[in-house]
Structures are given as C-alpha cells and as structure tokens.
C-alpha cells in the first residue's frame, strides 16, 4: 500500500500563521506531523510512504515550495493508494474536519470515515471536537475547490487539523506529544481503512561469540559477530566459536 503524505505549503509559502503561540507557522506543523505519520506508518506490514516535499524545501524560507501542480504530478506518477494532505484551519473557530473531492467514490468515502472516527476519538480526549460536519467535499471549502483532491488519481484526504490562529489549539500544535497522537490516530485510521496489518517484532536471535574460552559478545548483529571474529583473527586467537543462546 503506497501513500504520499503532502505536508501542506512549505518554502516561501507559509500557510496560516498564528496570531498567538509565537507566530506558529502552518507549513512547519504540517511537515512535522507528516514527519510522524511517516514513523507510524512504519509500525504497519506493507505500507509504503514518500512525501511531497521534505525539510529542505521549508526550513531555507524562501526556498521555492513544491508547487501544487507537482505536487499532483509526483502523487499520480508514483502510482499511490492514497494521497494524505495536512494542515491546519484559521479564520476563527475550533475543531478538526477532513475534505475529500466532490463526488469522490464510496472507498475515499470510507476512508475519510476511518481517518474522522480514529481523530475525533482521540481529540475527545482534549476536549476539541469537529468543525462543523466533520467529512466535508471540496465543494463546502472556502475556495471550494480543492486541486490536490480534484487532480489526484488516487483516493485523497485533506486534513484541517486544528485551528492555528485559536489559542488552545495552538498551543497543542507547538506539542511534539499531542501531534505524535494525532499523527498515529491518524494512520489508525487509515490501517483500518485498507486493512493494514501492525508489524510483530519478532525477538531477534540472540548468539554468543567465544574467543579462546572466554565470552567476547553476546548479540543479535551479524555486523557485531564479524568485527569479533575479524578482531580475534587479527590478533590469531587460535579458537573462535559462535553459538545460538536463548
Ligand atoms: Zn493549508
């Protein structure tokens, strides 16, 4: 399953910015939860993940954004499942919604649901809850028509996560933790969505490297059992056993 994650805006371009909470800046939160979704999408079998643009096109402002236009282009030459689009709301008022194209099908439906269920839930826990209708269509947005949704190929989400310019709100947006939540109710959503299964950390194999008798390095790493047998072998230990352990 391939996803791009589009943290929104970047380079010269960005996006809202807070009143309150020390300028907050709208493409930084949205780099640094797409950052996160990233990592959480890591903990699930067979996700693959790339990003529309990355910290070296928002932390030289005014470096050129990747534009929208190529930003539609990378996602629907990469052949992705689904396209993740971050931000987050201003103008005055609370609350998380998700956009999804007008007239999009039941399955970008669904997992707009799945996204909505697994942030609202955790958002409860903060006492914020939708903006409005939760699940919007592009249609129902302020310039209403969103291109990173109409353009796409695949199944795309455009979040509005939380209000930058409403002083609770960004003062969670300033919060690694609250946005590591997010990010990972987000991809719960998601995994729901497509069925994605969470990797199961097998224990790793553990072996024993003995050097003339004597217990040189317990480890599961090939790399650490051949820098021990090179060492011992540079310095003529006359025996060099490994054995399984545990
Ligand atoms: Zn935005």
Redesign the pocket.
Known sequence: MKVVIDP??GGSDT??VGAVGFGLR??DV?LQLAELVGEHFGKYEGAVVTFTRNRNTSSSYPAPPAGLRKRIAYANNTNADLFLSL????GGGSGFESYIAKGAPARTQRIQKAINDQVLSYLKGYNIGPHGQPAKNDSQAARSRIAVLQDTKMSAVLL?CLFIDNAKENKLLCDRQFLDGLAKAIVKGVAAAFGLKEKVNKPKQMYRVMVDGKEAVDTAYESKINDTVTRAISSQKNEITIRKIM
């Open positions: 929104g805006h996006g809202a709208e493409a949205a931000h987050c709301n201003a509005e």
